[in-house]
């Protein structure tokens, strides 16, 4: 047996663009990015403003950003991950 399986479900996460994009982008999760990037630029302004200082505003002001980057791509793996399980229990 294939060590990989994959769904040919037309409605499996892996095979739908659409079904990705409602839950990678659900209004919650584009709430947040849109108040992560909002973030991003107030606090540059203000860093930039201040002549590069207080130091810890630039760093700060990356981190809800990334936050929602890694926020992604751990629901993405886990809605393949259980992709590949359901295929593979549908397979046996």
Same mark, same amino acid.
């Given at each position: ?13 892996? &095979? ?27 606090? &540059? ?48």
């Amino acid at each position: 047996m294939a060590w990989f399986v994959m769904s040919m479900d037309p409605d499996s996460y892996t &095979n739908s663009f659409g079904k990705r994009v409602r839950i990678l982008f659900s209004p919650v999760r584009f709430s947040l990015f849109i108040a992560a990037v909002l973030f991003s630029i107030a606090a &540059n302004a203000v860093y930039i403003r201040n002549g590069g200082g207080p130091e810890w505003l630039g760093l700060a002001s990356v981190i809800p950003l990334w936050s929602c980057v890694i926020w992604q791509g751990v629901t993405d793996a886990k809605f393949r991950r259980q992709d590949r399980e359901d295929a593979r229990r549908a397979s046996r």
